[in-house]
């Protein structure tokens, strides 16, 4: 793996909802370009003053809805622009240090596909997994969803043109791929892709979207480099927000011995999932951002998350809407800002660059209880302890060595940390 993944934080934003591009009506695949995808651009900025120096985006290529029904992975969507609105993100990402990674939809694809279009129309369906039933093609399909065509991964023309895909951009200047779905995809298909990519770009960076199984035995036969890390997720927002420490516990022991064979990334929010704010209560987010930041992993943030945005995720067509919404033209516009979880953010990505050594740090769970939690993670002689307290009294805990309150609101005392209710800290030893 190269070496630059462990060096970045990212900020994940959702392109099409992000400049306001219509997602459901009214979208034609081969509509003249709007150049919308320069609105990212004045936000690079803002990166930056988060202490963050990587820009993951959602999909951008051509489709017919939502991103992920690609028509044309070789063309940008043209609701969010062309081939040169992207050179101009990429370069203007370059210029600030910022690397790139795209999100690369390689289980499925959309029923508009040219390719699709024509096995419908009685030619090869190489491409496809699916079956003819009185000379109609009738495809597999992603999780139920009808729009969404499954691409036959045993096929050298997948493979091909998967690889073709991915160089393709990677010429372009992007560093790595979001492999949407990877959990869909059998390991041994990536295992045939990605060492041919590795071949023309061995600083590439490949990201699977896995939201369950075994990610070490994954992580082997694939040769992708990191996962998505949805266990740690759920036990940072149910540990919280259920006031039951333990679950938390529970899946930072797990997190340690997935970082035995790779680095997962990390998060607490991305485009699928019900903001934190609203998952566990805007006071309870530095919580959850305290041990983000502190165990190994390679975190981002959801954009909209550091000021603290609220939004719930719901099943029903459009439920995501309300989690990828259009943003103001500059940082500067943005009105609805908790300023406690922006600093909150501030001083944690700081922290976290401050001890890089934390991108594969093991962590001890000190001392658990159902609203309480003193974490510590050491490489040598270095260690940052976090001690969190969800309760509506104050709590005295262990401070594990720690001399120094570095971010929180604890005081230091006869070795304990002093917490007030609902009270978090980050210390050093």
Same mark, same amino acid.
């Given at each position: ?11 994940? #934003? ?30 690079? %900025? ?106 036959? =991964? ?39 892709? #990605? ?24 992580? =082997? ?10 266990? #740690? ?22 997190? %340690? ?29 530095? =919580? ?53 979880? #922006? ?87």
């Amino acid at each position: 793996m190269p070496d630059w993944p462990s060096h970045v934080l990212w900020w994940h #934003l959702y392109p099409l909802g992000f400049v306001g591009a219509p997602i459901r009506d009214g979208v034609d695949p081969d509509a003249e370009p709007v150049h919308r995808l320069e609105r990212i651009e004045p936000w690079l %900025d803002h990166v930056i003053e988060l202490g963050l120096n990587g820009l993951l985006l959602g999909p951008i290529f051509a489709s017919e809805t939502h991103g992920y029904d690609t028509v044309d992975h070789f063309r940008v969507d043209p609701r969010l622009g062309d081939d040169s609105d992207l050179d101009r993100l990429l370069a203007a990402s370059r210029e600030r240090g910022i690397r790139v990674l795209l999100d690369g939809v390689f289980n499925h694809v959309g029923r508009g596909h040219p390719a699709f279009q024509a096995v419908l129309a009685g030619g090869d369906a190489t491409l496809f997994r699916g079956t003819r039933v009185d000379g109609r093609f009738e495809p597999e399909v992603f999780e139920g969803h009808g729009a969404l065509v499954a691409l036959d =991964h045993s096929s050298d023309a997948t493979a091909d043109l998967v690889v073709d895909v991915m160089c393709h951009w990677l010429a372009r200047g992007i560093d790595g791929w979001r492999l949407d779905a990877a959990y869909a995809v059998p390991p041994e298909f990536w295992a045939q892709v #990605l060492p041919r990519v590795r071949e023309r770009f061995p600083e590439a960076w490949f990201l699977g979207e896995v939201i369950h199984g075994d990610g070490p035995a994954m992580v =082997h036969a694939s040769t992708m480099d990191s996962l998505t890390q949805y266990e #740690l997720w759920q036990g940072i927002w149910h540990g919280i927000a259920d006031g039951n420490f333990f679950e938390l516990s529970h899946a930072i022991e797990r997190h %340690d011995e997935l970082l035995a064979t790779f680095v997962p990334q990390t998060f607490v929010g991305n485009h699928d999932v019900t903001r934190i704010a609203s998952a566990v209560g805007p006071d309870l987010v530095p =919580h959850a951002l305290a041990v983000l930041f502190t165990v190994g992993g390679t975190p981002s943030v959801y954009a909209g998350d550091e000021f603290g945005w609220t939004a719930v995720k719901e099943e029903r067509e459009g439920g995501d809407d309300a989690v990828r919404p259009e943003f103001p033209a500059t940082p500067a516009d943005v009105t609805d800002v908790d300023e406690r979880i #922006l600093d909150a953010h501030r001083a944690l990505v700081a922290l976290r660059r401050r001890h890089p050594w934390l991108w594969r740090a093991r962590t001890d769970v000190v001392e658990v209880t159902n609203a309480t939690l003193v974490l510590r993670t050491a490489v040598d002689a270095e260690a940052v302890i976090v001690a969190l307290n969800i309760g509506d009294s104050p709590a005295s805990l262990p401070a594990a060595d720690a001399r120094t309150v570095v971010a929180g609101e604890a005081m230091l005392h006869d070795s304990r940390a002093e917490l007030p209710p609902r009270g978090w800290a980050v210390l050093e030893a």
